[in-house]
Nanobody, 124 residues
């Protein structure tokens, strides 16, 4: 079983950037497709981005296309989410997730392991 730990969240002004990282412990992340999701108290968990095991395939929510970039470094056992041009509506707790099947889907129920989340707050 893999443990996932997110980092890099914080407070940023609108238009700014943040880089989230997800580190794996207990097992290599290279055997998982990985995803990022986000959630606010008012909304259900929402898909943000996902990446295949090799990094060859990525998938993004329409709301973040062109602003966010997901990447992975299997040698460092990390998955990153570069977030640019942040908007107040990007404010949420961001979760990293791992999926055994190598398909970077946006369906949260398809993911097997989850981190504890990191808070991102974008001020206007």
């Amino acid at each position: 079983q893999v443990q996932l730990v997110e980092s890099g969240g914080g407070l940023v002004q609108a238009g700014g950037s943040l880089r989230l990282s997800c580190a794996g412990a207990g097992r290599t992340l290279s055997i998982y497709a990985m995803g990022w999701f986000r959630q606010t108290p008012e909304k259900e968990r929402e898909f943000v981005a996902a990446i295949s095991r090799s990094g060859s395939f990525t998938n993004y929510a329409d709301s973040v296309k062109g602003r966010f970039t997901i990447s992975r470094d299997n040698a460092k056992n990390t998955v990153n989410l570069q977030m640019n041009s942040l908007k107040p509506e990007d404010t949420a707790v961001y979760y990293c997730a791992a999926r055994v099947v190598d398909n970077p889907t946006g369906l949260s129920d398809m993911y097997n392991y989850w981190g504890q989340g990191t808070q991102v707050t974008v001020s206007s």
